[in-house]
């Protein structure tokens, strides 16, 4: 069984900063890529980041490109997202999703089989 447990939200500013970590526990060696999505008040949960475990490779949605920095470390299997220039737009519950296999659409929430409880970030104007 694996966990994802997510930490490090909290409320900020506009423009201030936060880092958000994900830990993964458990059988970890079958991981093949970790993202982070968000999911504000009424709305669908959207794709942020995603990075490969072994490679390192990355992908942002555009709304976060130049603001947010996924990374990970796998000595400690955890997975980070920095956020940068936050905007009151960025408020929503982020979660942290695993994927153990190669191919699907890394944007996609179908593609992930694993997921954190989430936690919570919001931005004030």
């Known amino acids: 069984q694996v966990q994802l447990v997510e930490s490090g939200g909290g409320l900020v500013q506009t423009g201030g900063s936060l880092r958000l970590s994900c830990a993964v526990s458990?059988?970890?060696?079958?991981?093949?890529?970790m993202a982070w999505f968000r999911q504000a008040p009424g709305k669908e949960r959207d794709f942020v980041a995603r990075?490969?475990?072994?490679?390192?490779?990355?992908n942002y949605a555009d709304s976060v490109k130049g603001r947010f920095t996924i990374s990970r470390d796998n000595a400690k299997n955890t997975v980070y997202l920095q956020m940068n220039s936050l905007k009151p737009e960025d408020t929503a519950v982020y979660y942290c999703?695993?994927?153990?296999?190669?191919?699907?659409?890394?944007?996609?929430?179908?593609?992930?089989?694993?997921w954190g409880q989430g936690t919570q970030v919001t931005v004030s104007s």
């Open positions: 458990g059988r970890t060696f079958s991981t093949y890529s």
């Open positions: 999703a695993r994927k153990t296999y190669v191919g699907g659409n890394l944007s996609e929430m179908r593609s992930y089989n694993g």
């Open positions: 990075i490969t475990w072994s490679g390192g490779n990355t």
